[in-house]
């Protein structure tokens, strides 16, 4: 997919630049093992030096989203020369001095908490960093995107955002309803992000957020990760320039350092294309999860370098989109 030839100056800001993904699907329904080692593998190939690894989605249970987590960590643990499993944001720039990936985890959904808030230490503890509410319908924490209704956060879902602000796990509000959504901004006592979240004003999906949502969520000191998602992005479009209207649009409305990126590049489109026909309740069909599914792909990312700074954005401010953005988020969640 990439087309875009880089100018010596892009190459060059995107070498030095952090380069932060944080939201790689990397579970079961987006691909096997094998294949997201392949697709890190083209991360690092385009200049990644941080991405955060989906191991849960709603409704996965405490015991499989625990058993994932002990086989990724087995995983990296065993290639040292490649990978560093994180645990504080100084460690993203050590990995980054030493040439090496850094990663770290995080839940699509709250269903791995199973209604016990004293699990948040424990997921902490074992590289979780960051959760969202809920995906993409009702759980005992929130509405989801797609739910009939709007609820709010419910009660427990007070208790787990306190929960995660005590512990330094990121709130995540991706895939979460409005109302909730607007609910965790009202409760948070830390900045709350959208991983990987584009504008409803550029693209009316039901995925994508409002302006409301966004300005509300740089209010708390959060970020916006642009998803790579063709059906988020436009028509099933996923050419760089397209996802840059989305990008800018951010920019213009809450400022370039609530901006970042979270592409949710999946490894295995097609069988998350099955998985999704047969979850009409989850991906309603008028919502364009009848497409067969395109995502931006990791050798474009140096290309939004090129794209940023083709339409005048300072070297400065394109840094904290690649990546500086996330970075001072984590410095002041993560403990």
């Keep these: ?30 691909g096997s093992h094998e294949a997201h080692v392949r697709t890190l593998r083209r991360m690092v190939d385009a200049g990644y030096d941080f991405v955060s690894l989906t191991l849960s989605v709603d409704p996965e249970t405490m015991p499989q989203t625990i058993t994932r987590i002990a086989h990724d960590r087995h995983y990296f643990q065993q290639h040292p020369d490649l990978y560093l499993l994180v645990d504080t944001a100084d460690d993203v720039l050590r990995a980054k001095r030493e040439g090496k990936l850094a990663v770290s985890f995080n839940f699509q959904g709250t269903s791995a908490f199973e209604r016990d808030v004293n699990l948040v230490e424990v997921f902490y503890r ?55 959504s607007m609910d965790v901004f009202e409760v948070a006592q830390a900045p709350v992000v959208f991983s990987h979240s584009n504008a409803r004003a550029v693209w009316n999906h039901e995925r994508n ?32 320039e397209s996802l840059f209207r989305h990008v800018d649009h ?16 999946v490894s295995d489109p097609d069988l998350l294309h099955g998985l999704v026909q047969a979850r009409p309740g989850v991906f309603p ?32 401010v394109v840094r904290g989109i690649l990546g500086g953005n996330w970075l001072r988020v984590a410095s002041t969640v993560w403990r």
Aim: hydrophobic share 40%.
């Design 1 to 30: 997919m990439s087309t875009i030839t880089l100018s010596e100056r892009a190459a060059a800001l995107h070498s030095e630049s952090l380069v932060w993904d944080n939201l790689f699907p990397a579970g079961p329904q987006c």
């Design 126 to 180: 074992l590289g979780v960093r960051q959760a969202l509410m809920a995906y993409n319908q009702r759980n005992a924490v929130a509405d989801g995107c797609h739910e009939r209704t709007d609820g709010g956060l419910s009660r427990f879902g007070i208790e787990l955002v306190q929960a995660m602000n005590r512990v330094g796990m990121m709130v995540d509000c991706t895939h979460t309803g409005y109302r909730s």
């Design 285 to 316: 069909a008028n919502q364009q999860y009848g497409h067969w599914p395109k995502f931006v792909e990791p050798e474009q990312v140096p290309e939004l370098t090129e794209v940023m700074l083709r339409h005048g954005y300072s070297d400065d």
């Design 209 to 240: 957020i409002r302006d409301e949502q966004a300005q509300a969520c740089a209010r708390t000191g959060g970020v916006i990760g642009v998803v790579g998602a063709g059906i988020f992005i436009g028509d099933n479009d996923i050419r760089t």
């Design 250 to 265: 951010f920019v213009n409305l809450i400022g370039p350092q609530h901006v970042g990126l979270g592409l949710d590049c």
